[in-house]
């Protein structure tokens, strides 16, 4: 079955009342017929329900249609992006580990490797997202996992997956990727190579921007099993009407990213030819550095490209962003409304400088007519004011 759709294929309760959409069960409690069924309840935590917090129909559901879209055996939802990243490294990693990131890697993940895991006695090490089968030489004796982004956040770097993960492979290391960017449908990593696909269902899944739930896929039962043990440790628990909406958000994400996509292409492009910027950074656009790489391993693609105002002496960034009437100021993606992030690049990089001069400003394209959203960001750059000094030089 093609994933779009398996997307509409969610199992339908077996129940009298029998809605197409899946059911909401709320509760912490079960209650079981037998003192035998309640005492071997624990045999039920991977599988089956034993407590509303180790799992409930929505969330297993969820679950099973994630796993299958990654191409994973097994997938586990938790409360947030961050808390899969997290549940991933704390189940993986112990004291006297070493663990890779690209130097580009998500905010939050950055810090909690330098201000969280190092207190745990785990350190973290940046890495050259670009550096493919670099990667070798940063490899210790001790270096248990290897992060990819794919894009990046905020940089959109593709990474070269396959020949990461081989390198990690040899030297013993898992190798988990964020894959939020492209989502399950556009980038299957475990195909290419990863042992762990994370997404933050936040974004394209709910596709919405009103819920938060984070999903942790992989191949194998025992690293289910091992990520699972962790959530059970961190009293991780999903909403029921989260999952819900996420299952609900499934069913339209074929068509919202190949919209996005084709609006963020074509907005991509006329930006590109603009004189007020000085290169737009989006993959599957032609021409973009990530390019090939990007057509080499993806199936898709998503309306989320950063853009590099030309330099100017006065940095009037602020006026251009301020005054846009279709985009929201807001630093996530992937909902229906359009939104644009000014991006701070300064002191994030450690290992991989960033040598472009001018302001960073990452789009995330919405469901809105793309014209539109054209003459508003051109609307922007006259009030950056490129005219002028393009003129004058
Ligand atoms: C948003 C995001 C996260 C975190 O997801 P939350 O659900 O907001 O915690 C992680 N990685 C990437 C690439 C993201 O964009």
């Given at each position: 079955?093609?994933d779009?759709?398996?997307?509409?294929?969610t199992a339908v309760?077996?129940?009298?009342?029998?809605?197409?959409?899946?059911?909401?069960?709320?509760?912490?409690?079960i209650v079981f017929?037998t003192v035998?069924?309640?005492?071997?309840?624990?045999?039920?935590?991977?599988?089956?329900?034993s407590y509303g917090?180790?799992?409930?129909?929505?969330?297993?559901?969820?679950?099973?249609q994630?796993?299958?879209?990654?191409g994973?055996?097994?997938?586990?939802?938790?409360?947030?992006?961050?808390a899969?990243?997290?549940?991933t490294?704390l189940?993986?990693?112990?004291?006297?580990d070493?663990v890779?990131l690209?130097?580009?890697?998500?905010g939050?993940s950055?810090?909690?490797?330098?201000?969280f895991m190092s207190?745990?006695?785990?350190e973290?090490?940046?890495?050259?997202?670009?550096?493919?089968v670099g990667i070798?030489a940063?490899?210790?004796?001790?270096?248990?996992?290897?992060?990819?982004e794919?894009p990046?956040?905020?940089?959109?770097e593709v990474?070269?997956l396959?020949?990461?993960?081989?390198?990690?492979?040899?030297h013993g290391?898992?190798?988990?990727?964020?894959?939020?960017?492209a989502?399950?449908?556009?980038?299957k990593?475990?195909s290419?190579?990863?042992?762990i696909?994370m997404q933050?269902?936040?974004k394209h899944v709910?596709?919405?921007?009103d819920?938060?739930?984070?999903?942790?896929t992989?191949?194998?039962?025992?690293?289910f099993?091992?990520?699972k043990?962790?959530s059970r440790?961190?009293?991780l628990?999903v909403?029921?009407?989260?999952?819900f909406l996420a299952l609900r958000?499934?069913g339209t994400?074929?068509a919202?990213?190949e919209r996005?996509?084709?609006s963020?292409?074509?907005?991509?492009?006329?930006?590109?030819?603009?004189?007020?910027?000085?290169?737009?950074?989006?993959?599957?656009?032609?021409g973009?550095?990530g390019?090939?790489?990007?057509?080499?391993?993806?199936?898709?693609?998503c309306?989320v490209?950063?853009?590099?105002l030309q330099p100017?002496?006065?940095?009037r960034l602020a006026a251009c962003v301020?005054?846009?009437?279709?985009?929201h100021?807001?630093?996530?993606?992937?909902g229906?409304h359009?939104?644009v992030a000014p991006?701070?690049?300064?002191?994030?990089?450690t290992v991989?400088?960033w040598?472009d001069r001018?302001?960073?400003?990452r789009?995330s394209?919405?469901?809105e007519?793309p014209?539109?959203?054209?003459e508003?960001?051109?609307?922007?750059l006259?009030?950056y004011?490129?005219d002028?000094?393009?003129?004058?030089e």
């Amino acid at each position: 079955m093609r994933d779009e759709t398996r997307l509409l294929h969610t199992a339908v309760d077996d129940l009298p009342f029998n809605a197409l959409t899946p059911t909401v069960h709320r509760a912490s409690t079960i209650v079981f017929p037998t003192v035998e069924s309640f005492l071997s309840r624990h045999t039920r935590f991977y599988d089956g329900y034993s407590y509303g917090l180790y799992g409930h129909p929505a969330s297993r559901n969820l679950a099973a249609q994630i796993a299958a879209l990654e191409g994973g055996v097994r997938s586990l939802i938790v409360p947030s992006g961050m808390a899969a990243i997290m549940v991933t490294n704390l189940a993986l990693l112990r004291a006297g580990d070493h663990v890779l990131l690209p130097d580009p890697v998500y905010g939050p993940s950055r810090s909690s490797a330098k201000q969280f895991m190092s207190g745990l006695g785990v350190e973290a090490s940046f890495y050259d997202p670009l550096c493919g089968v670099g990667i070798a030489a940063l490899m210790r004796p001790n270096t248990r996992l290897v992060w990819v982004e794919s894009p990046a956040s905020f940089t959109m770097e593709v990474q070269d997956l396959p020949a990461i993960a081989q390198a990690a492979h040899a030297h013993g290391a898992l190798v988990a990727v964020d894959g939020t960017w492209a989502s399950p449908l556009g980038f299957k990593a475990l195909s290419h190579g990863a042992d762990i696909a994370m997404q933050a269902l936040s974004k394209h899944v709910g596709g919405h921007s009103d819920l938060l739930l984070g999903s942790v896929t992989v191949a194998s039962e025992e690293l289910f099993r091992r990520i699972k043990d962790a959530s059970r440790f961190l009293g991780l628990g999903v909403s029921p009407e989260d999952c819900f909406l996420a299952l609900r958000g499934l069913g339209t994400l074929a068509a919202r990213l190949e919209r996005q996509t084709a609006s963020a292409l074509k907005i991509a492009a006329r930006l590109a030819e603009h004189p007020g910027v000085a290169r737009v950074i989006y993959p599957p656009l032609p021409g973009d550095a990530g390019h090939a790489l990007w057509r080499r391993d993806f199936q898709g693609g998503c309306g989320v490209f950063s853009v590099v105002l030309q330099p100017r002496a006065e940095n009037r960034l602020a006026a251009c962003v301020d005054g846009l009437r279709l985009f929201h100021i807001g630093a996530s993606w992937g909902g229906l409304h359009s939104l644009v992030a000014p991006v701070q690049i300064e002191g994030t990089r450690t290992v991989s400088p960033w040598r472009d001069r001018g302001p960073l400003v990452r789009f995330s394209i919405g469901m809105e007519h793309p014209d539109d959203l054209l003459e508003d960001i051109e609307l922007g750059l006259d009030r950056y004011g490129f005219d002028r000094e393009v003129a004058a030089e």
